[in-house]
C-alpha cells in the first residue's frame, strides 16, 4: 500500500515560519491528488485547515497556506503562534475512491 | 454548521464485531456528499476506514475492506460502521466526518469515541 510520508517533528521559534511537506513514496504529489491538511491536538477532533491544496478552511487564519513544493504538497506556518503547537497530517485521494493520510508531524514552538 | 457524534460500545471483545453510530444533525444526510470513519489508535496517527454516499456508494481503505461495512439510514439522518473480527490492534479513537467528495477532503468532524477490544 501507498505509504504517504511527513516529517516526524519540526521545532519552530514563536513568529517564525515552518513549511511541513507531504510526499509520495514512490512518485510526485501534484493537484490531483486534492492534498488536504489537519491540525491535532491532543485529546481532540482534527481541524480541517487547507483543501484542494490550497484553499483554507473556514475560519482558519491567513497565516497557515497550502502549497506544492518540487513533488510534495506543503503547509507553511507564516508566523508560528505558540496555539500552532500541535500535530499536523495530510491527506491524499489515491484515485479508485481511496485516500491515504500521512504519517503526522508534530510542530513544537518555542 | 452541521454536527456529528458518534456513539456505540467502548468495549468489544476479540474476534467480535464493532459497532458504531455517527448521527447527523443540522444537515440531511440525503441532501448529498459522503460521510466516512477516521481511526486513530492511541499515540499513533490517523487512518482512513471508508466513506459512503447517501445513496449507499461505498469506498474503503484497502487494508480493512474484508471487514468494514459502512451502511446509512436516511430516515434516521445517520450512518453506521460494522467491523468484524476485531483484536487489539483495532483499539482506536473512531471518528466519523463529512466527507466532500467533489474536493476529497473531510470538512466535519465528530468528537471521537474511544473503542478499546480486550476480553
Known amino acids: 500500500q501507498t505509504v504517504v510520508t511527513q516529517e516526524p517533528s519540526f521545532s519552530v521559534s514563536p513568529g517564525g515560519t515552518v513549511t511541513l511537506t507531504c510526499g509520495l513514496s514512490s512518485g510526485s504529489v501534484s493537484t490531483s491528488y486534492y492534498p488536504s491538511w489537519y491540525q491535532q491536538t491532543p485529546g481532540q477532533a482534527p481541524r480541517t485547515l487547507i483543501y484542494s491544496t490550497n484553499t483554507r478552511s473556514s475560519g482558519v487564519p491567513d497565516r497557515f497556506s497550502g502549497s506544492i513544493l518540487g513533488n510534495k504538497a506543503a503547509l507553511t506556518i507564516t508566523g508560528a503562534q505558540a496555539d500552532d503547537e500541535s500535530d499536523y497530517y495530510c491527506v491524499l485521494f489515491m484515485g479508485s475512491g481511496t485516500h491515504v493520510f500521512g504519517t503526522g508531524t508534530k510542530v513544537t514552538v518555542l | 454548521q452541521v454536527q456529528l457524534q458518534e456513539s456505540g460500545p467502548g468495549l468489544v471483545k476479540p474476534s467480535e464485531t464493532l459497532s458504531l453510530t455517527c448521527a447527523v444533525s443540522d444537515y440531511s444526510i440525503s441532501s448529498g456528499d459522503f460521510w466516512g470513519w477516521v481511526r486513530q489508535p492511541p499515540g499513533k496517527g490517523l487512518e482512513w476506514i471508508g466513506s459512503?454516499?447517501?445513496?449507499?456508494?461505498?469506498f474503503y481503505n484497502p487494508s480493512l475492506k474484508s471487514r468494514v461495512t459502512i451502511s446509512v439510514d436516511t430516515s434516521k439522518n445517520q450512518f453506521s460502521l460494522k467491523l468484524s473480527s476485531v483484536t487489539a490492534a483495532d483499539t482506536a479513537v473512531y471518528y466519523c466526518a463529512r466527507h466532500h467528495w467533489g474536493l476529497q477532503y473531510f470538512q466535519h468532524w465528530g468528537q471521537g469515541t474511544l473503542v478499546t477490544v480486550s476480553s
Open positions: 459512503l454516499y447517501y445513496s449507499g456508494s461505498t
